[in-house]
């Protein structure tokens, strides 16, 4: 297991999210970001519409996916 908080994935705040893979975690703050964005939180915002665009543009956000996989390799197991 490993863990990224929602700031190294492009968010605002600290809230770890724990995975056994990069995919894990990328799916856990994307969760995430949606929840924010229900509830309304404003400092989430440019982190979710972030978020969508690369879905919108997975030639572009490939870039973006392998340097999150490449940091999740880095990191130590919890």
């Known amino acids: ?34 929840e924010m964005e229900k509830a309304g939180d404003a400092a989430h915002q440019p982190a979710r519409d972030d978020m969508k665009k690369r879905w919108r543009r997975p030639r572009k956000a490939l870039g973006w996916y392998n340097a999150t996989k490449e940091t999740f390799a880095g990191l130590p197991e919890d």
Do not use: Y
């Not at 705040?13 to 894990?24: F, N, P, V």
């Open 1 to 34: 297991m490993k863990t990224m908080t929602c700031q190294q994935l492009g968010g605002p705040c600290d809230l770890a999210h724990r995975g056994e893979s990069a995919d894990e975690v990328i799916k856990a703050q994307d969760h995430h970001l949606k």
